[in-house]
């Protein structure tokens, strides 16, 4: 496994305006489309490529496109769905399920309460998106869900951790690569990462 934390400085300035109080709902879907777009570059560099033949309007060529089966992404609901989303604005043809698990308040275990993926994620690299990995639970949880229905190869793409997420995340599966923002500095006694950002699906959907 490896922890890949993503310094671009347009992934840091959007990540700083999205922890701001006074960023509304509009803003901070706006922001979490962009700074989805700008992390997946990073956590897709290792696709594989093919050479095919083609004809531009001058001559004719060998040029590379994404080899074979690619990609499915998995929403931990509901805030993952927003950065879903945001990958098919730049691969409308890629798979992806949905994953609802939600956190017990009092014992901040996993809960699930929906699963719908695809069938075929033997043949695919399948990355889980939830803009946080904070207790590291429900992130655990659904690695080890998609390995018990055929996933070989797992990433998780987020944008802020803390620390024990990261820990347990690695300690549940040594193979799965994160991408993130940002490591912060600890959880709160409610289980909230500090700085953090807040309750990401709160504030993506206007629920505070």
Known sequence: MSVNVITHPLVQHKLTLMRDKNTGPKDFRELLTEITIL??????????LKEINIE?????????????????????????LGMAEAVLTIMPYVKFGHLGI???EETFKPVEYY?????DLEER?????????ATGGSAAYAVNLL???????????GLVAAPKGIDILQKTDPYV???????????????YIL???GDAGDRFYGTL
Do not use: Q
């Open 39 to 48: 992390m997946f570059f990073e956590a897709t560099k290792d696709l594989p």
């Open 56 to 80: 531009t309007p001058l001559k004719a060529m060998k040029s590379k496109v994404l080899e074979g089966k690619k990609l499915c992404i998995i929403p931990i609901l509901r805030a993952g």
């Open 102 to 104: 939600y956190r017990n």
């Open 115 to 119: 699963v719908n993926i695809p069938y």
């Open 125 to 133: 690299i399948v990355i889980i998106v939830d803009p946080m990995l």
């Open 147 to 157: 390995k018990d229905k055929g996933a070989k190869k797992i990433k998780f793409l």
């Open 177 to 191: 690569d994160i991408y993130i923002a940002s490591i912060d500095e600890s959880l709160n006694e409610k289980a």
């Open 195 to 197: 700085p953090g950002l």
